[in-house]
């Protein structure tokens, strides 16, 4: 990928691009391109935006408002803003993602009434449920 890789604080075996965004073609939206190793995880952690995840290869554990979902190549998930979250690679070989983050307001009391919609959304587009 001729993309450039971000320095980040991300843990061994993340590696972050940013594929457009403020400085990078858009001022209004973040567009980055996440490969996770087999077996690494992203760092559990919430922002006061809400933003859309979208597998492109690979297999993840997420875990989106402490709900567990199993996500294949193909699936997405909405993470409303302030929620914690994070994706490990359950897969063996890479896991590859999009995370689309809006520039625009973050924290609103719709995204905070929609949650539990949107939880169950994001679960019916996910593969299967994750075991318990």
């Not at 994070?86 to 929609?114: D, H, K, W």
Request: net charge negative; hydrophobic share 35%; charged share 25%.
């Amino acid at each position: 990928m001729d993309i450039e890789l971000q320095e980040t604080s991300s843990p061994p075996g993340v590696e972050k691009r940013i594929i457009f965004g403020p400085g990078r073609f858009r001022e209004d939206y973040v567009v980055r391109h996440f490969t996770v190793k087999a077996a690494a995880q992203t760092p559990f952690h919430a922002h006061d935006r809400p933003h859309y995840v979208i597998i492109l290869e690979g297999t993840a554990e997420a875990l989106i408002i402490r709900e567990p979902l199993h996500l294949d190549a193909g699936a997405w998930a909405y993470v409303p803003p302030d929620s914690h979250h994070g994706f490990q690679n359950t897969g063996e070989g890479a896991l590859s993602f999009l995370c689309i983050v809006s520039r625009g307001p973050g924290r609103g009391q719709e995204y905070e009434n929609m949650k539990e919609e949107i939880l169950c959304r994001a679960s019916k587009n996910a593969r299967a449920p994750f075991p318990g």
